[in-house]
């Protein structure tokens, strides 16, 4: 055995006290958010009526290569964080590769998944500029569960949109919120006028992402004392989850340990974002070179498929214009149960690192990454989130690839979160019934179709 422990913990004084911001070592930067309405770029006090301010800066700053993380923030992550990065003995052992895998867990949390460290960060900014509370929308409902802890920690009130589908599927989920003292509502509801609009459009809709988005952003622009917040793709979001990354990287550098090939999965860009941070600012800045792959699922291929254009963020059309590889925004993916991989777009920091070479994508088929799931539970112990299983499918691919070339690669993938509440997918996979719907090259025509011309 080697001296290599099996988790490698940081000390809680080793946690990360600021943000690396990658945007500063990239050369090019990421487009602009667009004022939908004018096409013109937005200044950051237009974002101001939508999210807090402090928040508004960190979405437009392309300079600071570090921002510091307030101590409240720091004190909260202690909680929970560092969180470990694991050696994964049993899995190599069990597929008989010379590969080291590495995997850093972050479902070490009541909400099971990264999303909390996002989300304390921006209820204290919230608290801070004495807002009275915070809208969002939750798909899946790892973001409204850390965000309603968030919430309850600073004191604030949390409304959360939740996609119809869900809030009828799981019910627990919803119960966390509760707990936690958020108002949940299924989305579309009567409550907006954009709710009420699609409900008369598409009765009986199960709702969709794009959809409780625009919900939450109506109730935030129209309640006196409240923003929005939003758990993924925009360039704050994976500024705060950058802690997984640099938590990864002292601890690989601790060992003296260089990562070859580093996996995440892929919905709207944040936690691979977060994790690679460090890693492609090394790549950027011509100090390390790595292997790093986005995965997403088959049936919500917008890196592998989609077109790097702008578009919405969101059904309602409300929200600013950004540039990222889309499947357009009226793309309905067919029912994958990775619901956390299930949003049309792709961060604009992960899209022009892709669009530039720094990045490769792969998607995967859902019962494969079932079967990835399954093989990774019964070795190492930890029920993956199926989001999460989509970077444990492909690094067991490359760890098999380097059982055919004899390489004793360093694979270091992102364990998003835990499976808890995915049951009903497992049992899906376990009797046999689960399938892999592919959208054409039709449909993603049809939905791409309708991105707004610009540029
Ligand atoms: C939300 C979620 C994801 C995907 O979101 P990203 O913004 O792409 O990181 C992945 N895994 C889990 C467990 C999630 O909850």
Redesign the pocket.
């Known amino acids: 055995m080697s001296e290599i422990p099996y988790k490698i913990y940081l000390s809680e004084n080793e946690i990360p006290t600021a943000w690396y911001n990658v945007r500063a070592d990239m050369k090019n930067k990421p487009a602009p958010l667009l004022n939908p309405g004018t096409g013109e770029p937005l200044k950051v006090e237009d974002l101001y009526p939508i999210f807090c301010e402090e928040l508004c800066k960190q979405e437009m700053n392309n300079t600071d290569q570090w921002i510091d993380i307030p101590g409240e923030i720091v004190d909260f992550y202690k909680m929970y964080r560092p969180s470990p990065l694991v050696r994964a003995y049993c899995l190599e052992k069990a597929l008989d590769t010379p590969a080291h895998i590495y995997y850093k867990f ?2 070490n949390n009541t909400s ?4 909390l460290n996002s989300a304390i960060a921006q209820a204290y900014y919230a608290k801070k500029q004495g807002l009275k509370g915070v809208t969002t929308e939750t ?2 409902g ?2 409204g569960t850390a965000l309603s802890m968030s919430t309850a920690y600073f004191g604030l009130d949390c409304q959360v949109y939740m996609v119809k589908v869900s809030y009828e599927q799981k019910p627990f989920r919803r119960e966390v919120m509760r707990t936690y003292g958020a108002t949940v509502t299924p989305s579309p509801s009567m409550t907006t006028n954009v709710g009420r609009k699609i409900n008369e459009e598409f009765p009986g809709t199960d709702g969709s992402l794009g959809c409780a988005i625009s919900e939450a952003v109506e109730a935030a622009t129209s309640q006196e004392g409240y923003r929005y917040v939003l ?3 925009l360039s704050q ?1 994976l500024l705060h ?1 950058s802690v997984i990354g640099l938590e990864a990287k002292a601890a690989l550098d601790k060992y003296g340990i260089k990562a070859d090939t580093i996996i ?11 994790l690679i941070s460090p890693f492609v600012g090394q790549m950027l800045r011509g100090e390390a070179d790595y292997e790093i792959i986005a995965v997403e699922p088959a049936s919500c291929p917008s890196l592998t498929r989609g077109s790097y254009v702008y578009d919405f963020c969101d059904t309602g059309r409300v929200c600013p214009l950004a540039k990222m590889y889309t499947l357009g925004s009226d793309f309905m993916p067919a029912p994958n149960h ?4 299930r ?1 049309h777009g792709m ?1 604009s920091i992960v899209s022009q690192l892709y669009d530039d070479g720094y990045i490769k994508a792969r998607s995967v088929k859902q019962t494969d990454v079932f079967a990835a799931a399954t093989q990774f539970a019964r070795v190492e112990g930890i029920l993956p ?1 199926p ?2 299983s989509h970077a444990i499918k492909v690094a067991i691919d490359e760890a098999l690839k380097c059982k055919e070339t004899g390489e004793a690669k360093n694979i270091v993938f992102g364990l ?3 499976g808890y509440f995915d049951l009903v997918a497992y049992q899906k996979y376990n009797d046999g019934v689960m399938d892999d719907y592919i959208p054409t090259d039709e449909d993603i025509a049809k939905s791409l179709a309708k991105c707004p011309k610009i540029g």
């Open positions: 972050e479902g099971g998944s990264h999303k798909g899946a790892q973001w758990g993924s793709v979001v989850q995440g999965c892929a919905g709207g860009g944040s936690n691979l974002g977060g990775a619901g956390g991989l949003y961060s989130a989001e999460s998003t979160g835990t």
